[in-house]
C-alpha cells in the first residue's frame, strides 16, 4: 500500500497556479495545436486536472508523479493542447530528479536523452522535412532540459549538505578536543594541588593530634611550631598555584616549579615532621654532577619523592625513609623505601589520590612506576615506590 505524505504548501502553490494559468488559457482559446483526434476543447481540460494533480506529489511521490505524467503528457497531444500541462510535466521531470531517488537521478537524464534521440530520429525518417527536427527539439526541451536542471541543482543541494555534514563533524571534533583539554587540565590541578598541599596538611593533621593527646608543654610548644612552619608553606603554596592557574597556558608549568635540586630541603622538611614518628629520612644522589634535566621530568621526580613521602608521614612504621636518584643511560630512576607497618601515635587518613596522580604523571612522560610491599634484607617488610622517567638527551643538557 503506497503511503504518501501531506503535499508541501509550495506543492499546492505549484498546482494551483498551474492549473488556474491552464484554464485562463483555455477560456481565452489559446490552444497549442491545431485539429486532433479529440478536437473538443473542454478535452484538453483532462490531462491540465491529472498534471496539476500529479504536481501534489513532485515532493512526496516523484516517480510516481512521473510516471502517470508520462501518458498524460501524450494524451495532450490527442487534444487541441495546454501550454500549462506542457510547463507542469517539465516541473514533475525536474522534481524526480532532485527529490527522487539518488537510481532515478541517475537513469532520468538518460531516458530522457534516449527518448528525444528516438523522437528525433522516428520523426525525420517518417515525416523526411527538416521540420521534423523541431519535434526533437521540443522534446529535448519539454524532458532532457528540465532532468539536466534537476541533476545540477542536486548535485549542489547534496554537495552543500555534505559541506553542512562535515562542518557539523568538525566541531564535534572540536568540541571533544576542547573536553578532552578541559579534562586534562582539570587533572593536572588536582595533580598539583595534592602533591603541594597534602604534605603539609598530613604533618599538620598529625602534629596538631600529638598536641592535642600529649599534655607536655614541650611537646606541644614543639607541634605548634611544626603546624606553623607547614601552615605558611601550604599556604606559599597555594599562592604559586593560584598565580599558575591565572597566568599559564595549559601546557605550561610554572616558572617557579620545584627541582631536584631542592630535594635537600623537602627530605629535611620530612624529617623534621617525622621525628615524633621515629622516621628518619636520607637523601642519596647517586647521580654524580647532577645536571639540568626537562622541566616535567624534574617536576615529575620531585613531586613522586614528595608523594612518597608524604605517604611514609602517614603510613610508615618507625624507622629509616631512604630517597635514592640514579642516572642510567636515557632513565632517571627514582626510589623510596620505607619500613612497613603500624606504628604507636596519631596518624593522618589517605585517600589514594596520590598514588593515582604519581602514575598519571609518569605515563604522560612515558615512564614505569611500581608502589608496593617488599621484603628487605633483615627480613622486615619494606613499602618501595620505583620509577622511571625517560630523558631526552638532547633536551636534557642546556
Known amino acids: ?39 473538443e476543447p473542454w478535452v484538453a481540460l483532462v490531462p491540465l486536472a491529472v498534471m496539476a494533480g500529479l504536481e501534489l506529489l513532485r515532493r512526496s511521490a516523484p516517480l510516481t508523479a512521473l510516471l502517470v505524467a508520462v501518458p498524460a503528457l501524450v494524451a495532450d497531444q490527442f487534444t487541441v493542447g495546454n501550454l500549462a500541462t506542457v510547463l507542469m510535466f517539465t516541473d514533475v521531470v525536474y522534481a524526480a530528479v532532485v527529490y527522487g531517488s539518488p537510481a532515478a537521478t541517475r537513469r532520468i537524464p538518460v531516458a530522457s536523452l534516449l527518448v528525444t534521440v528516438g523522437l528525433t530520429i522516428g520523426f525525420v525518417a517518417w515525416l523526411r522535412t527538416a521540420e521534423s527536427l523541431l519535434i526533437g527539439v521540443a522534446a529535448g526541451l519539454v524532458s532532457f532540459a528540465p532532468a539536466i536542471t534537476g541533476v545540477s541543482v542536486r548535485n549542489h543541494r547534496d554537495a552543500a549538505e555534505t559541506a553542512r ?3 557539523d563533524q568538525t566541531a564535534l571534533l572540536a568540541e571533544m578536543d576542547r573536553a578532552q583539554a578541559v579534562t586534562a587540565e582539570r587533572a593536572r590541578m588536582a595533580r598539583e594541588l595534592h602533591d603541594m598541599v597534602a604534605n ?66 623537602l627530605v629535611e622538611q620530612a624529617r623534621t615532621n617525622g621525628t615524633p614518628g621515629g622516621l628518619t629520612c636520607t637523601l642519596e644522589d647517586t647521580r654524580g654532577t647532577p645536571e639540568r634535566l626537562p622541566a ?27 630517597v635514592r636518584l640514579t642516572r642510567e643511560g636515557g ?7 620505607s619500613r612497613s607497618g603500624s606504628r604507636p601515635g596519631p596518624r593522618a587518613p589517605g585517600s589514594g589520590a596520590g598514588l593515582i596522580g604519581m602514575r598519571e604523571r609518569v605515563a604522560l612522560l612515558g615512564g614505569t612506576i611500581t608502589a608496593g610491599p617488599e621484603d628487605a634484607a633483615d627480613g622486615r617488610k619494606i613499602w618501595r615506590v620505583r620509577a622511571e622517567l625517560p630523558v631526552d638527551e638532547r633536551t636534557a643538557k642546556e
Open 200 to 265: 603539609h596538611l598530613s604533618a599538620i593533621a598529625i602534629h596538631s593530634t600529638a598536641a592535642l593527646s600529649i599534655d607536655d608543654p614541650v611537646t606541644s610548644r614543639t607541634a605548634l611550631g611544626v603546624i606553623r612552619e607547614n601552615s605558611v608553606e601550604g599556604l606559599a603554596e597555594m599562592r604559586r598555584l593560584i598565580g599558575l592557574l591565572r597566568h599559564s597556558g595549559v601546557d605550561a608549568e610554572p616558572s617557579a616549579a620545584p627541582t631536584l635540586a631542592s630535594l635537600d630541603v
Open 1 to 39: 500500500m503506497l503511503t504518501v505524505s501531506r503535499p508541501h504548501r509550495h506543492d499546492v502553490l505549484i498546482a494551483a497556479i498551474g492549473l488556474l494559468g491552464g484554464l485562463l488559457l483555455w477560456l481565452i482559446g489559446l490552444h497549442m495545436q491545431g485539429p486532433r483526434p479529440l478536437d
Open 331 to 337: 632513565l632517571l630512576s627514582v626510589e623510596i623505601t
Open 296 to 322: 616535567p621530568v624534574e617536576l615529575a621526580a620531585y613531586r613522586i619523592v614528595q608523594e612518597s613521602l608524604t605517604n611514609a608521614l602517614k603510613h610508615a612504621a618507625a624507622g629509616p625513609v631512604a
Open 165 to 167: 555534514l562535515r562542518a
